[in-house]
């Protein structure tokens, strides 16, 4: 679809991409209505090639209709090239390592031989003249500036989610926007949005990996369009992920206000399917929910890191230093620590509560399996997972076991509560206090009793007068919940161990509610996270309430069922 000259250059530069170029350098004179052209470094086409390559639906790959829509490089095939050469003076000059430099010539759909040419490797393509030859159109075209400013958004979108490439772009002989290999995602992403409060975050998951850069919770836009999808190096446009993004920062910023975030995904294109949509900026996913929560569990971890970066800010520590990642390069101005989302309390006393947290490494408040521990899936293959509730496997013995998930994941967690006796749970303090009132006097007592305990599990509160307390601090991961019923969920078991007298008590509750619960859907990566921390702890056998944890089906049961002889 060439309506504009943003058109022409998003399909050249995607061409580039595709050709694995590692440079590119975009040249526009009078918005693109004069010259657009691009050259980039990357494998060039073959003599042969050329003609093949400005003939509609006849690529060099695309051999049937089906070809047309070749996935591997994400879009419709042999379209462009054509149509841009049925609208302008196309010129090529490409040179293929091994092969003659050549050039061919394309004027308002007019094919011209093909010539031989000088140009080191890669490609250039020019397009001159745009819609000359569709007088109405070229009229209609927008202005030099605003046409410029749309390419300019377009290459600054791409730069983003294609960090390693170096790009120039020049306007009328001079250079408005380039950037370096060299140059770290995150950096680019500060200098794209003029934002030095970002961090970036990458996990990676079944065969999809996902690099983030997202802005802090003091940062906060009116609108949601400074959030950028890209998938295997395409900026897209997908309503779901960019809501993904925006729920990572629920309750952390006003509901009205939007983050600045990059995402970035890479996943095996047959996964991908390829769209439909003309301006290939749609795609659909085969496993479109667990991108959804890939997505948003990465941006939290990007946010989760930089309140980390705060309290280490404010703990000096020599054992911090492994935080340096983490630390913001953006210094806070008391000013902007009085952002609304700091506002529950003013600014000084924010620093004295954080400095009374006593654990201050990165780690986990969130429920779910932290996603980037080592496994050792050569020890128990994870089969799937049963009812929500269990995880089947099988033993390097080649026996059927079946996991409760619940109850596996709480013997982890007591085990890491116990084993590190600080938490290291980055917590947040509420844009908005909670406020619980008619407490009982045993309520009151008990929340009183474990207050130091749950300081160290995140949690701030003090009372607010009467029967009432005042919640003013929560676990990240639970700020996205109803606080006051987590609250009041976790003071009801706090009282219940309290009368059966159990010194750990605090530590049983914090790791029974945060296990993952049965009814949890899990992803294989969860599921093998599980499995492996499992029998690494002390006890993988039974739970810390002593409720049976694996249960192992023993070779000779599972063949007598099918009588057969072991
Ligand atoms: P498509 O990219 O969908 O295949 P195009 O019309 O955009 O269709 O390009 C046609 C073909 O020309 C491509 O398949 C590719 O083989 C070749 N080609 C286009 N641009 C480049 C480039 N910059 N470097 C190498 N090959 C290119
Ligand atoms: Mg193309």
Redesign the pocket.
């Known amino acids: 679809m060439v309506e504009r000259p943003i058109n022409v250059v998003k399909?050249?530069i995607e061409?580039?991409l595709?050709?694995g170029?590692t440079r590119i350098t975009v040249e526009i004179a009078d918005g693109g209505s004069e010259l657009i052209r691009i050259t980039?470094d990357?494998?060039?086409?073959t003599p042969e090639?050329l003609p093949v390559?400005v003939e509609r639906f006849a690529?060099?790959?695309?051999q049937t209709v089906e070809d047309v829509y070749n996935i591997s490089?994400f879009?419709?095939?042999?379209?462009?090239?054509?149509a841009i050469g049925a609208v302008s003076n196309l010129q090529i000059k490409?040179h293929r390592e091994g092969f003659e430099p050549s050039e061919i010539n394309v004027k308002f759909g007019e094919l011209s031989p093909l010539l031989p040419t000088a140009i080191s490797k890669g490609?250039q393509?020019s397009v001159s003249k745009l819609f000359n030859n569709l007088p109405v159109r070229r009229k209609f075209l927008k202005s030099a500036r605003s046409s410029e400013a749309e390419i300019l958004k377009f290459i600054k979108h791409f730069t983003l989610i294609n960090p390693s490439l170096e790009v120039i772009v020049i306007f009328d002989g001079e250079e408005v926007y380039r950037t370096y290999s060299s140059q770290s995602a995150l950096d680019l992403a500060k200098a794209v949005f003029a934002e030095d409060r970002m961090m970036s975050a990458h996990s990676a998951y079944d065969g999809c990996e996902v690099d983030v850069c997202a802005s802090h919770v003091a940062v906060q836009r009116k609108r949601r369009d400074s959030i950028y999808i890209g998938v295997n190096g395409r900026v897209i446009k997908d309503a779901a992920l960019t809501q993904a993004v925006v729920q990572a920062y629920y309750r952390l910023i006003p509901g009205d206000s939007y983050p600045m975030a990059v995402v970035n995904i890479r996943l095996d294109p047959a996964s991908v399917d390829v769209n439909i949509h003309p301006t290939k900026s749609e795609v659909r996913f085969e496993s479109p929910s667990e991108l959804f929560h890939y997505v948003k569990s990465t941006v939290e971890d990007a946010i989760r890191k930089f309140t980390a970066a705060i309290y280490a800010e404010e703990a000096d520590d020599p054992a911090l230093t492994e935080m340096e990642e983490a630390k913001p390069t953006h210094v806070f101005t008391e000013e902007e620590k009085r952002t609304p989302f700091l506002t529950a309390r003013p600014a000084f006393d924010l620093r004295k509560e954080l400095k009374s947290v006593p654990t201050i490494s990165i780690g986990r408040a969130d429920p779910a399996p932290t996603m980037n521990e080592p496994s050792n899936p050569m020890d128990y293959k994870v089969i799937g997972q049963l009812d929500n509730t269990y995880i089947i496997c099988e033993t390097p013995l080649g026996e059927l076991m079946i996991i409760d998930q619940h109850v596996a994941h709480e013997r982890i967690l007591y085990e890491k509560y116990t084993n590190e006796r600080t938490q290291a749970v980055p917590s947040i303090v509420l844009f908005d206090a909670v406020v619980l009132n008619n407490l009982t006097a045993e309520e009151l007592e008990c929340l009183e009793a474990i207050e130091g305990d749950l300081n160290g599990f995140g949690y701030s509160y003090e009372p607010f007068g009467g029967n009432a307390v005042k919640v003013s601090r929560v676990p990240l991961a639970v700020s996205k919940k109803d606080i006051g019923k987590e609250f009041l969920g976790i003071l009801s078991d706090a009282i219940e161990m309290k009368r059966s007298k159990r010194h750990d008590g605090t530590i049983l509750t914090m790791s029974c509610r945060n296990a993952v619960k049965a009814g949890d859907t899990l992803s294989n990566h969860d599921m093998n996270y599980i499995v492996n921390t499992l029998f690494k702890t002390q006890n993988p056998h039974t739970c810390p309430h002593g409720r049976p944890i694996v249960f192992v089906m023993p070779k000779a049961t599972l063949a007598s069922n099918f009588q057969r002889s072991i």
């Open positions: 399909e050249l061409n580039s595709d050709a170029a980039d990357g494998c060039g086409i090639d390559a690529t060099s790959k695309a490089t879009g419709f095939r042999g379209e462009a090239l054509a490409s490609t393509i």
